[in-house]
C-alpha cells in the first residue's frame, strides 16, 4: 500500500499567479510558508519556517485566485509531487509542490490585528471547506 498525502496550514508568502493551460483549466501558484516552534540544547526557544510551493487546478485554482492574498492562512490537503524539465540551456531543473486536492481557507482577518473582545451581536463567520471531487476509482488500495 502506498500514500501520497501531505497537510500544511500557513501563510501565503506572495499573491497567487493564475494561468490558463492550453485545455482551459486554471492553474493557480503560491508560495505557502509554515513554521514551527522547539527549544533547542541551550533552552532557548527556536522558530524555524519552511516554504512550499503549491499548485492548484480548476475550482481550486479559481478560488485561491479569487479570495487569497500575501499572507492569507490557509490550510491546504494534498500530495507531494516533483516535475522535471530541461531549461531553455538545455539544463535539467526540478521542483517539488504540493499538488492541491483540498484547502480550507482561513479567517478574513487571519492577517490583521483584532481588538480584544468582540463586539456583542456579531457574528461569527463561518469557514467554507472547499474539496475538488475525486473518483473513488482512482485511489489506489
Not at 21 to 45: E, H, I, M, Y
Request: net charge positive; aromatic share 6%.
Amino acid at each position: 500500500m502506498n500514500l501520497n498525502k501531505a497537510f500544511l496550514i500557513g501563510r501565503l508568502t506572495r499573491d497567487p499567479e493564475t494561468k490558463a493551460l492550453p485545455s482551459g483549466q486554471s492553474v493557480t501558484n503560491f508560495g505557502l510558508a509554515t513554521s514551527r516552534f522547539f527549544t533547542d540544547k541551550t533552552g532557548q526557544k527556536q522558530q524555524q519556517a519552511d516554504f512550499h510551493n503549491i499548485v492548484l487546478f480548476g475550482k481550486l485554482a479559481d478560488i485561491a485566485s479569487q479570495y487569497l492574498t500575501k499572507g492569507s492562512l490557509v490550510l491546504i490537503e494534498g500530495r507531494i509531487q516533483t516535475r522535471t524539465w530541461k531549461d531553455s540551456s538545455g539544463n535539467s531543473r526540478s521542483r517539488t509542490e504540493i499538488v492541491g486536492e483540498r484547502i480550507q481557507l482561513g479567517p478574513k482577518s487571519a492577517g490583521k490585528v483584532m481588538p480584544a473582545q468582540k463586539e456583542p451581536g456579531v457574528a461569527q463567520e463561518d469557514i467554507p471547506v472547499i474539496e475538488e471531487e475525486i473518483d473513488v476509482k482512482d485511489i489506489p488500495f
